[in-house]
């Protein structure tokens, strides 16, 4: 059974005794106040996943309430749009630096309000350093005006222009409260749009710290709002009022979002669900294959959309593949210590625990064998999990097909790499996939067939994630556009091409008959096509 250890206290931060708020009542009024409210609103507790004690509470925003935040967030756009680039670069230049001056403090947030373990929480701060880092320097240049190719060689020069969107709109989920509730928000704004932010009901904390730091790198005020409360109240509001809306959530809510984005015929981002695969091949090293499916199947208790939920393992190493990975999963240290030290950490709610639960006793009543785990670890903290490895799996468990989102993993063996991939692909989803081999080029091609947005070759998720040079995003139900790189920033503009004519229209000769304006056209379309490179005239 994996080990745990108990909430230990280090000087700077200790869970505290019952009663007395982990969150100091100070530090919450501070944060919420940038909450936008046009008045009195109910409250919304939000409680700590590892001790179940209410941290603070929130307002209960109303549709008011966005409509007010999207004003104040497209009053202060124009001027933004006009500042100049270096002065926006260097707010996420800013930003970089205090996010990991400043870390422990955030550190503390996303455990209280996620439920991780501390080097869980900082992959996040982690992250949102290496996105703003990655923006400053290169989002300019993705978003610069750019020549193309003219009408006429010669005499049309056109450009192409980008614009910010306005007022964008992002609606984040609780499971990487810091990293989704701003690495998305970064090159929106370097781009020039305003943005109104709704974090995730359980985790409004972590992001207000997150826009409060931006402020105070010299986000203009009003520029970024914030509204706290219920996405199936908010969310509707938002996308009637915003000019791009970038959902992260589950593929249910997605699928509503870009229905309404589509009414409005304005854009949408989705970044949805997963049910990842890892293929061990059979000329892995098996210990890095442990190792990267450890970390690829428990970062942040599997509650990580790019997390991996199907092993599949080569006949011939499977016995001792998944000898040494049970045997590393029984070694996890489960800790719900405000410090570093832990492995593995909590569910981040009821409604988590609830269907982790469901989904192995479901499987385990229809014949599934549970390798490790199995069961809640209520001895370290009410909503913990132990790590759990199945197999003889089968597509009447609930788990086969749907996303557990939980620390749990299945392993099944597979013949030959056709018959992998083949089941890889079995999948409504498409969003990340891992492969193990000895072999590159054997794991790159492998990786081209796999119908999925991001594959990690000899690494579980980080090494794809990390590359914010490079999209990221879902095939099929996993979602809709990318995010990271060009892409990343570019879907927050609207692109405008501007085209100038000189010396000659481009339709009609002046003075020429229309028989012989066209006989002329049909040989400079020739002569173009012969010679590609008067094109570039
Ligand atoms: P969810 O219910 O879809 O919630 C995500 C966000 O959407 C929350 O802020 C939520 O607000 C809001 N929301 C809920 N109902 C809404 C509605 N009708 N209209 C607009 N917004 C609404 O997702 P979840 O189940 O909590 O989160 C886990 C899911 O997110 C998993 O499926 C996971 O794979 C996915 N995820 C994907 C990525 C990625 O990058 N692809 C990253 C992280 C998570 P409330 O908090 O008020 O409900
Ligand atoms: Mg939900």
Same mark, same amino acid.
């Not at 020549?147 to 910010?164: D, K, M, S």
């Given at each position: 059974?994996a080990r ?7 000087a700077?931060s200790?869970?505290p005794a019952?009663?007395?708020s982990p ?5 919450a009024?501070?944060?919420l106040a940038?909450v936008?409210?046009? %008045?009195?609103?109910?409250r #919304?507790?939000v409680?700590?996943?590892f001790?179940?004690e209410?941290?603070?509470?929130v307002?209960s925003c109303t549709?008011?309430d966005?409509e007010?935040?999207? %004003?104040?967030?497209r009053a202060?756009?124009g001027?933004?749009?006009r500042?100049p680039?270096?002065d926006?670069?260097?707010v ?6 205090l996010?990991?001056?400043?870390q422990d403090e955030v550190?503390?947030?996303i455990q209280?309000e ?5 080097a ?7 992250d949102v350093? @290496?996105?703003?880092?990655?923006y ?5 240049g993705h978003i610069?005006?750019?020549?193309r190719?003219g009408?006429?060689?010669g005499l049309t020069?056109t450009? &192409?222009?980008?614009h910010p969107k306005g007022v964008?709109g992002f @609606?984040?989920p609780w499971?990487?409260p810091l990293s !989704?509730a701003v690495?998305d928000v970064?090159p929106?704004?370097?781009a020039?749009?305003g943005?109104v ?6 985790t ?7 826009v ?15 509204? *706290?409360g219920?996405g199936?109240?908010l969310?509707?509001? !938002? @996308?009637?009022?915003?000019d791009? #809306?970038?959902?992260?959530g589950s ?6 979002v870009g229905e309404?984005?589509?009414r409005?015929l #304005?854009?949408c981002?989705?970044?949805l669900?997963?049910?990842?695969a890892?293929l ?6 098996l210990?890095d ?8 199947c428990f ?9 991996i939920?199907r092993?599949f393992v080569?006949d ?5 593949? *998944?000898?040494?990975f049970?045997?590393?999963v ?11 030290g832990g ?5 981040a709610s009821r409604?988590q ?6 989904h192995v006793?479901d499987a385990?009543?229809?014949?599934? *064998?549970v390798l490790?785990?199995? %069961?809640?670890?209520e001895?370290v903290?009410p909503?913990?999990?132990a ?5 003889? $799996?089968t597509?009447? !468990? &609930?788990l086969? %097909?749907?996303e557990t989102f939980?620390?749990v993993?299945t #392993?099944?063996?597979f013949r030959?790499?056709?018959d992998?991939?083949e ?7 498409g969003?990340?996939?891992?492969v193990?081999t000895g072999?590159v080029r054997?794991g ?7 119908? $999925?947005g991001?594959v ?14 490079a ?5 099929k139900?996993?979602?809709l556009g990318r995010r990271?790189g060009?892409e990343?920033i570019?879907?927050? *503009? ?5 085209a100038?004519?000189?010396f000659?229209?481009?339709?009609r @000769?002046?003075g020429l008959?229309q028989?012989?304006?066209a006989?002329t ?5 020739k002569l173009m096509?012969?010679?590609?490179g008067?094109?570039r005239?």
């Amino acid at each position: 059974m994996a080990r745990s250890v108990a909430a230990t206290s280090s000087a700077t931060s200790a869970v505290p005794a019952a009663g007395s708020s982990p969150l100091p009542a100070a530090v919450a009024e501070r944060l919420l106040a940038h909450v936008t409210v046009a %008045g009195e609103r109910d409250r #919304i507790d939000v409680t700590a996943p590892f001790t179940e004690e209410v941290l603070g509470s929130v307002p209960s925003c109303t549709a008011e309430d966005v409509e007010l935040a999207v %004003g104040r967030a497209r009053a202060a756009q124009g001027a933004w749009a006009r500042t100049p680039m270096r002065d926006r670069t260097a707010v996420l230049r800013r930003y970089h630096d205090l996010v990991l001056e400043r870390q422990d403090e955030v550190l503390d947030l996303i455990q209280l309000e996620a439920g991780k373990v501390r080097a869980h929480a900082f992959e996040e701060v982690a992250d949102v350093a @290496i996105v703003a880092a990655y923006y400053a320097r290169t989002g300019p240049g993705h978003i610069a005006p750019r020549r193309r190719e003219g009408a006429l060689p010669g005499l049309t020069r056109t450009r &192409e222009l980008r614009h910010p969107k306005g007022v964008v709109g992002f @609606i984040a989920p609780w499971n990487y409260p810091l990293s !989704m509730a701003v690495t998305d928000v970064l090159p929106a704004l370097l781009a020039g749009n305003g943005a109104v932010l709704k974090p995730a009901q359980t985790t409004p904390f972590t992001a207000l710290w997150a826009v409060e730091l931006l402020y105070e790198a010299g986000l203009p005020e009003g520029l970024l709002q914030v509204v *706290t409360g219920r996405g199936s109240v908010l969310g509707t509001p !938002m @996308i009637d009022a915003v000019d791009f #809306i970038t959902f992260t959530g589950s593929t249910e809510v997605g699928r509503s979002v870009g229905e309404q984005a589509g009414r409005r015929l #304005i854009g949408c981002s989705l970044e949805l669900g997963g049910k990842n695969a890892m293929l061990v091949l059979d000329d892995a090293d098996l210990d890095d294959a442990v190792r990267g499916a450890v970390a690829g199947c428990f970062a942040s208790a599997g509650q990580l959309c790019i997390s991996i939920e199907r092993l599949f393992v080569a006949d011939a190493i499977a016995d001792g593949f *998944t000898e040494r990975f049970v045997a590393a999963v029984e070694d996890l240290v489960l800790s719900p210590a405000l410090a570093y030290g832990g492995e593995l950490g909590s569910l981040a709610s009821r409604s988590q625990l609830e269907t982790v639960t469901r989904h192995v006793d479901d499987a385990r009543a229809k014949g599934a *064998t549970v390798l490790t785990g199995g %069961g809640p670890r209520e001895d370290v903290g009410p909503l913990f999990y132990a790590p759990t490895v199945l197999t003889d $799996v089968t597509d009447d !468990m &609930e788990l086969f %097909g749907d996303e557990t989102f939980g620390p749990v993993v299945t #392993i099944s063996r597979f013949r030959d790499v056709d018959d992998a991939i083949e089941r890889a692909n079995d999948s409504p989803y498409g969003l990340n996939a891992s492969v193990w081999t000895g072999d590159v080029r054997r794991g790159r091609d492998v990786a081209r067939r796999l119908q $999925v947005g991001t594959v990690n070759v000899n690494e579980a998720y980080a090494a794809a994630w990390a590359s914010v040079d490079a999209p990221m995003g879902g095939f099929k139900d996993s979602g809709l556009g990318r995010r990271h790189g060009r892409e990343g920033i570019q879907k927050y *503009t609207e692109v405008q091409t501007v085209a100038v004519e000189r010396f000659l229209p481009v339709s009609r @000769i002046p003075g020429l008959s229309q028989d012989r304006n066209a006989r002329t056209l049909t040989a400079a379309l020739k002569l173009m096509h012969a010679i590609p490179g008067l094109r570039r005239a």
